[in-house]
């Protein structure tokens, strides 16, 4: 996305660029918001860096889509860091009716041994529909979807995102970009993109320079918790068609996806260890599981012969909900062989075994 170079966001005419900018924010308060927005100082916040094991991986076709994209990282740059790791998976189709939208699904994870205070994870897009100053925008709550658009005698090119995971909109911030200059520079702090995470919708019909922030949650993550924040960004040449392409968007995602909602620290009724996630995977994936009660356990991964291959966790843990991500590499660090691994969760009392497929 620029400015950064990137191809941004293309609908019908390719060689047009809609978005100048795109990044994902979350946030506690105003003075811990972990995201990749320009800054203060007019420049991109880097507060992600990579994961181990987690480069974007790009699968064409999908399990579940016709393009798929993987990556993992985490928020180690912030100047604040809240602990976060994220696991990002992207979902796109070729063919209509469902060539309009991309499905960007956010998996975070509180990677501390201490709960977090509610977070809204949400997105800014700085959207320059045709000539930028001739764009407006709004927010529709049936859909909860943001959108902007450009008008010019008449309303066209539609633009926005939609929430999809169940717990909706949480904001929804129109803002306006005053022009650029040394007396009125592009500023965006901390503390305006933790209020626009958090604002109330509204709808702007005065054309000019406009971006906006849709956003979900709150979430509330104890230690080891994750929870799932799911957008789809869409493009409809009118606002009737952006609204059912959000309906449309929605469904698909549900159809295709094994969803696997907000886990909170509610202590659980059973032992469990739930599937992997993504599976297949390359290079890294999720795994969670369960304890009703404190157990030492060990969580372990073995290739088809049986022997072991990675030792996960072993450790003495409190009854809750847990994720690990495991970057497929052995006990020695070395990356594994494409294949089928089987991981298993072993307490005093009882194991559970599960199969995943590592594919290059």
């Known amino acids: ?74 928020d180690s740059r912030a100047e604040f860091p809240l602990g976060l790791t994220v696991s990002q998976r992207t979902l796109g189709w070729l063919t209509a009716p469902d060539n309009n939208y991309v499905i960007l699904e956010y998996r975070i994870i509180n990677s501390t041994d201490t709960a977090l205070p509610p977070l809204y994870p949400g997105l800014y897009l700085d959207w320059n529909i045709f000539n ?25 090119r539609f633009r926005g995102a939609t929430v999809i995971n169940p717990e909706g ?10 022009p650029a200059s040394s007396m ?20 702007h019909d005065s054309s000019g320079d406009w971006s906006m922030v849709l956003s979900t ?33 929605k469904n698909r995602y549900f159809a295709a996806t094994d969803y696997q909602p907000h886990t909170d620290n509610l202590l659980p009724e059973q032992f469990e260890l739930g599937q992997n996630y993504p599976n297949p995977f390359n290079p890294g994936t999720v795994i969670s599981f369960a304890l009703k009660s404190r157990e030492k356990i060990t969580l372990s991964v073995y290739n088809i012969l049986g022997a072991k291959v990675a030792r996960l966790v072993e450790d003495e843990l409190a009854a809750g909900n847990y994720t690990v991500y495991w970057d497929g590499t052995d006990d020695r660090g070395k990356p594994v062989a494409s294949g089928v691994y089987f ?11 599960r199969k995943m497929v590592m594919v290059k």
């Not at 924010?25 to 811990?32: A, C, F, K, L, V």
């Not at 991981?343 to 075994?353: C, E, F, G, I």
């Open 132 to 156: 930028y100053t001739y764009n407006r925008g709004g927010f529709d709550e049936a859909t909860e979807m943001g959108y902007m658009y450009y008008y010019f005698n008449a309303p066209s």
């Open 343 to 353: 991981y298993q969760l072993r307490t005093s009392q009882a194991s559970q075994t």
């Open 1 to 74: 996305m620029l400015p950064l170079g990137y191809s941004g966001f293309r609908y019908v005419d390719f060689s047009r660029n809609d978005m100048y900018e795109g990044a994902l924010m979350i946030g506690t308060d105003s003075g811990h918001v972990s995201d990749g927005a320009r800054n203060i100082a007019e420049e991109p916040d880097n507060d992600f860096a990579v994961a181990p094991g987690g480069s974007l991986i790009v699968t064409s076709p999908g399990a579940k889509a016709d393009q798929e994209t993987y990556s993992v990282f985490n």
């Open 217 to 249: 949650g709150p979430f509330a993550l104890g230690a080891g918790d994750s929870c799932l924040a799911v957008f789809a960004v869409m493009a409809a040449d009118n606002l009737n068609g952006l609204k059912e392409t959000a309906t449309r968007a």
């Open 184 to 203: 009125n520079p592009l500023f965006y702090s901390e503390g305006e993109k933790f209020a626009n995470l958090t604002s109330s919708p509204l709808t």
């Open 169 to 178: 909109a949480a904001g929804f911030k129109l803002r306006h970009n005053p």
